[in-house]
């Protein structure tokens, strides 16, 4: 609304009942629920049901979570599979923390912030694969060469 995207009357219309759903990594009850999706899952696609080791499960609970519930899903579902519990590693922070019953905190970059850096290492990677030729860095990025410029303009010291 701030930015003036969206109407603030209508806002107001539908913002009647706000429900907060918290993300993965706040939940209390993770254990819990990776136990019944398990369950569930293997159920439904009919595999035999397996039980996570506690190493696994530690690592599933230091794991940061940045998706929801079906990216808890399809790791679920991975490991049923073919016992794989398919995570990153866990920052060393969170590493320490793990299996004290502890959370981790909120992410702290703005979407912005990541995006831009993303966009840096595709920049910076399509202009090695070029040996620097511009044109070809564009084409390569699906972009056009305005757009190169605009974008090794507005941040010349990372790229």
């Known amino acids: 609304m701030d930015a003036g995207q969206f109407r603030a009357d209508l806002y107001y219309r ?3 009942l706000g429900v907060r759903m918290p993300a993965l990594r706040e939940r209390d ?3 819990w629920l990776a136990e019944q999706l398990l369950e569930r899952i293997a159920r439904r696609e009919g ?3 397996r039980r996570a080791p506690p190493s696994v499960r530690a690592q599933w609970l230091a794991f940061d979570w940045p998706g929801n519930v079906h990216q808890l899903e ?3 579902l991975r490991f049923l599979v073919s016992g794989d519990a398919g995570l990153p590693a866990a ?3 969170k590493q320490q923390r793990a299996g004290t019953g502890q959370r981790g905190t909120p992410v702290t970059t703005t ?3 990541h995006l ?3 966009r840096d290492v595709c920049i910076r990677k399509a202009l090695a694969e070029t040996a620097g030729d511009k044109d070809e860095a564009a084409r390569r990025l699906g972009i056009s060469r305005a757009t190169l410029y605009r974008e090794l303009q507005r941040s010349p010291s990372s790229l």
């Open 91 to 93: 920052p060393a922070a």
């Open 29 to 31: 009850d993770l254990e």
């Open 14 to 16: 539908l913002n009647v």
């Open 111 to 113: 979407l912005q912030a």
């Open 116 to 118: 831009d850096r993303e």
């Open 74 to 76: 399809a790791t679920l």
């Open 47 to 49: 595999l035999p049901g």
